[in-house]
């Protein structure tokens, strides 16, 4: 099916039937970034005037003060973690994850805790979880509300941290209302939230102090890349606690954007961040696929990911035992997913089955393997080409 270079150096290929999963690699890069990231390799930058570059592209994208590229979304969360503890305050931030004597605090809402959520305990904070899944009860509670939060709230609160999803409550808005009367900022993870380009503005626009993009999704930057957007003095934190900082002093000159020297008053030694560190590669490669991203057609993206989700929904369900429904794009994904269910006692094989032994070929196939507790497996359209769909269709065939 394939001749890669992952053939070449004897890793199996993976045909990617699940959507930018980063345990598979993401998502294909842009050519137009990948030959920008070869060209980046060939020559030297300064890393700062790299950063001081992406922040004004993230700025013009989001409406925000500032912005700033880390390593992937997660890194974004870490050292916004870092910036709302340690502020301006050299000796915070050489002793991250030691936060003795500093608020350190981020409340989160039950229901926005995910596995990220150790993303901000790297960088020394402590989790208050507030609220409760009443709402899965029928109690008639609807989720964590505002109330909740703000009573969580201490002189030990250093942020608010909210996970952007279509079906996230209470609302972003009210969020920040609660926090911001009580001077706290509200972190954002809205990792897979783009497309539509609006949501770039979208949450800066509901107040969010810091919200983090992973630029290896939908972007289809480099996998090892996230932007985070947001307010400047923030963003000069996550600066100083990211940045190379193998600086001698007298001749210390970092972009004033970036890094305030006297707000600083000293060079901060290697942060929290620097081993997150990002190359030019990365930045030139990011911000090639951010511009590239920004003047894509998205409505034609969308509506060649649906066509291609309803045929092979329409093929599959020829197939005895199997129905398939097709997913609402904005529920989970930013592409309509195919969910194919399994009748297991009338197909010739179980989902387990068929999702395991694809994973096995060669290539392996990757199809979504989040509903097997339904008996269902999930196609996403997104990182398949027109021959790998046909090819993805003729081996789910072979077992059913
Ligand atoms: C993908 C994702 C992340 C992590 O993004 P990376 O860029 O891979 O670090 C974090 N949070 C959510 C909700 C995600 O979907």
Redesign the pocket.
């Known amino acids: 099916m394939t001749d890669s270079v992952y053939d070449e150096i004897g890793v199996p290929t993976v045909i990617n039937a699940t959507g ?1 999963k ?1 345990r598979i690699g ?1 998502s294909r890069i842009r050519p137009e970034a990948a030959e920008a990231m070869r060209e980046a390799a060939a020559g030297f930058a300064r890393i700062s005037d790299l950063q001081t570059r992406a922040s004004e592209l993230i700025q013009d994208v989001t409406g925000a003060e500032a912005g700033y590229v ?8 870490t050292l916004s973690a870092a910036a709302t503890i340690a502020g301006t305050d050299l000796d915070a931030m050489a002793h991250l994850p030691e936060t003795n004597g500093l608020a350190d605090e981020i409340v989160i809402p039950r229901t926005h805790r ?1 596995g ?1 959520d150790h ?1 901000y305990r790297v960088a020394g904070a402590t989790i208050v979880d507030v609220g409760t899944n009443d709402a899965h009860l029928g109690t008639g509670a609807v989720n964590t509300e505002p109330w909740e939060i703000e009573r969580a709230i201490t002189d030990e609160t250093a942020a608010v941290g909210y ?3 279509s079906y996230t409550t209470p609302p972003l808005e009210d969020v920040v209302d609660v926090a911001h009367e009580h001077d706290v900022p509200v972190i954002v ?5 783009v497309p539509p380009v609006d949501n770039f503005e979208r949450f800066v626009d509901a107040g969010a102090d810091l919200v ?6 939908a972007i289809r930057g480099p ?4 932007i985070l957007a947001g307010r400047a003095d923030l963003v000069r934190s996550v600066a100083a606690q990211h940045l190379d900082m193998h600086a001698a002093e007298a001749v210390w000159t970092p972009p004033a954007e970036l890094i305030d020297v006297d707000e600083l008053g000293g060079v901060p030694r290697q942060g929290i961040g620097r081993g997150m560190k990002v190359g030019k590669e990365e930045l030139v490669g990011v911000i090639t696929a951010l511009e590239s991203f920004l003047e894509e057609d998205h409505d034609a993206n969308a509506s060649a990911w649906r066509g291609r989700a309803e045929t092979i929904a329409a093929d599959l369900a020829e197939l005895a035992g199997i129905e398939t429904t097709l997913t609402a794009a904005e529920k989970t994904s930013v592409a309509p997913e195919v969910v194919v269910s399994v009748d297991e006692s009338i197909a010739d094989a179980t989902a387990t089955d068929a999702v395991r032994g694809l994973r096995e070929e060669r290539p392996r196939i990757y199809v979504g393997a989040d509903d097997l507790h339904r008996n269902a497996f999930t196609i996403n359209p997104m990182c398949l080409t027109d021959n790998e769909a046909t090819y993805v269709l003729e081996r789910i065939r072979s077992y059913f």
């Open positions: 930018t980063t993401g880390c390593s992937g979304a997660s890194a974004c969360l995910t990220y993303a996970v952007q999803k993870d809205a990792a897979a939230e983090a993009f992973s630029g290896g999704k996998q090892t890349t996230g």
